[in-house]
């Protein structure tokens, strides 16, 4: 099960870790807040906002965001997209 998790060999698995990794993929497929406690048996949605992590793909969106934000923010930047202005 590990394995197929994708878990590291050195790491300590429990009955957490894997509880907050299946949340982790739950909502990074979208499902919703209320649909993950029915599935993982949390009580209320508190848990569920503190194991969610953004994915290095989500951050790489916010990055580019933000760098196109800053671009479009600086009048010498000759690399604006038509959007910005």
Do not use: W
Request: charged fraction near 15%; include cysteine; proline fraction near 5%.
């Amino acid at each position: 099960m590990a394995k197929d998790a994708v878990f590291t060999e050195h790491k300590r698995i429990t009955n957490h870790s894997v509880r907050k990794f299946l949340v982790q993929k739950l909502r990074n497929a979208n499902i919703s807040p209320t649909e993950t406690m029915a599935i993982t048996g949390h009580n209320n949605v508190q848990p569920i906002t503190n194991y969610s992590n953004i994915s290095v793909e989500q951050q790489q969106t916010c990055s580019n965001i933000l760098a196109q934000s800053s671009k479009c923010n600086n009048p010498t930047a000759s690399s604006c997209s038509p959007s910005c202005t």
